[in-house]
């Protein structure tokens, strides 16, 4: 027998802060479900509405979208944020160059482009050619140019897409000469290296998924296999896999003269195992490289017949290994660059030097060195930000890097390896003056005592007052830093006397493996401390104050969101929790999500850790008669990383348990995923009702 769940309608009259309008929310119907975890109940009335692809659940969405889209239209300058955002996204925008083969390829999107076009150019001065264009995918521009890898001998490039924000990718080869797509087409593919070896190239997959449960299912069994140009995926020969543990994934890296193949073997988020074989050999075994998955492993590359790793192991901050393949038992590995005071984040061999970007205090600082490890300079960066690149070739001394901060937009700049030179390639477009701004950097003091920094931007002028509306971002996990990036979408909440502030709470990456252990398991509530300390800290300073305060985040940030606002809904009067993880009892259950066990923890595990999930699941500490901050809950309908249920679930939860008179809303985008690939126009969209849901409910009057 079917299983029929009711939408009912009921009138709910709720007015919101700034108007009298009235609230008709959807009541959510009820399920008794009940899960049992060490003898403990466990409520879970809104299970029903993890089935993404029922009829009750899709007439839910369309109800739900209904009552925000209608909020969301009565805000007065929804239409000119709108407009002013557009104009603010119109301009140039240029990835760093990359050389192939001798020629050069970058990306660029004229403006408004809904996709970044992949272009190429035989020099830096002729006229450049489109190569790929993803704006042709679809009409809509929901399908997105994922990765790109060309052959060694420039013959080929293969490339992977991505639909409606879907993880899954699917894989396409080109003729580079002559621009022909050929038949070669393979599937089910989840964010895989293309790693070339003559005229093939290894990737990872899994097997077809069951029809209907696409972007819900646990993913499990990843392969490795290797595809020549011209065959049928289901010719291609498997190289890799492991039976015993389902969990596990897989990626293919082949080294740049295509001499080793690695296998990176992940169980979680954290810690990887390397194997590797001789590709000059035939015949040849896997043979363990570096053993898992207590540490990091990255290979860098292969230069004079050694392996450099950048490496974790016995050095939290990270270091930079050298190791001889024919004895690489970790007892003979080489330290190159040791471990520093500051987290070696990247390494990249250019030109015979390896240039090394590490972070200090969540900004960027970059050095060359020479291959056994001799300091030879410090790159010049404009000012504390962000690096991203270098881009280049072991043999070359010509990269490209981008450098950006929170007042700075990104700039593209030409690097010499051998002089040490910068020069500007790119200069950003955008009509935005840094002069009337400030960015500044404080370090506040979190509920245990531990030393937290944290940017603030602000237009020059601003008066602590207490008065002032502030946006407070945060993450907090996965070793992932908030490093400053320049944005165009705060300009408008800037401009009208907004404060935006990050908070490099722990769980991130900012200060080494340490910080990030801090932030994880049965220590995750030093995130939310963090994060609430620094509200308080802001409060205290009187940049703000707690009826001016809006918070948000997004996946793991919105976890963060949704535990700091149900831990204390007094603080913010905004908060905005995006494709949030906040079923923390249940997030493992989806597709991917197993593989974060190594953050939070699974509550099957023992009781212990099923308590301490629960204490700050968000969806589970939803209190019925508490006055909770105006709320817009954000997701994509396929979001197949963090699955919409886990916003569905919590939006019902907090509409049916909120007492107070703010508004509780749901936004739920359609044909798209967790975020990357979102086309130009969709992030329009989402901005304008994210910023005008925020100003509105903060009492701003923004003039455009």
Known sequence: MKRVIPIVISMILLSSNQSNSQIVYPVTAKEKVVDTYFGIQVKEPYRWLENDTSAATSAWVKAQNKVTSSYLAQIPFRNELKKRLTALMNYPKYGAPFKKNGQYFFYKNNGLQNQSVLYRQATLTSEPEVLVDPNTFSTDGTVALHTQSFSK??????????????????????EVATRQILADHIKWSKSSDIAWQGDGFYYSAYDAPEAGKEYSNKNEYEKVFYHAVGQMQSQDKLIYENKEFPLRECYPIVTEDEKYLFITETETTTGNELLFKDLTIPGSKFELFAPGFKNDYTVVNHVNGKIYILTNWEAPKQRLMEVDPRDHSQEHWKEIIPESENVLERTTIIGGKILAEYMKDAAHHAYGFDLTGKKLYEVRLPTLGTLSGFNGDKDDNEAFYIFNSYTVPPTVYRFNADKNTSEVFHKTEVKFNPDEYISEQVFYTSKDGTKVPMSIMYKKGMKKDGK????????????????????????????????????????????????????????????????????????????????????????????????????RPDLYAVAIPEVGVLDMLRYNQFTIGWSWASDYGIAEESKEMFEYLKGYSPLHNVKPGTKYPATMVMTGDHDDRVVPAHSFKFAATLQAANAGTTPTLIRIDTKAGHGAGKPVGKVIEAQTDMWSFVMYNLGMNPKF
């Open 468 to 567: 002032n509306p502030l946006m407070l971002y945060g993450y907090g996990g996965f070793n992932i830093s908030m490093n400053p990036s320049f944005s165009v979408v705060r300009i408008p909440f800037l401009e009208n006397g907004g404060i935006y502030v990050v908070a490099n709470i722990r769980g991130g990456g900012e200060y080494g493996e340490a910080w990030h252990l801090a932030g994880t398991k049965m220590h995750k509530q030093n995130v939310f401390d963090d994060f609430i300390s620094a509200a308080e800290y802001l409060i205290s300073k009187r940049y703000t104050s707690s009826n001016k305060l809006a918070i948000d985040g997004g996946s793991n940030g919105g976890l963060l969101v949704g535990a700091c606002m149900t831990q």
């Open 153 to 174: 001998n420039g013959k080929y490039l293969a490339y992977s897409i991505a639909r409606s924000g879907s993880d899954w990718n699917e894989i396409f080869v080109m």
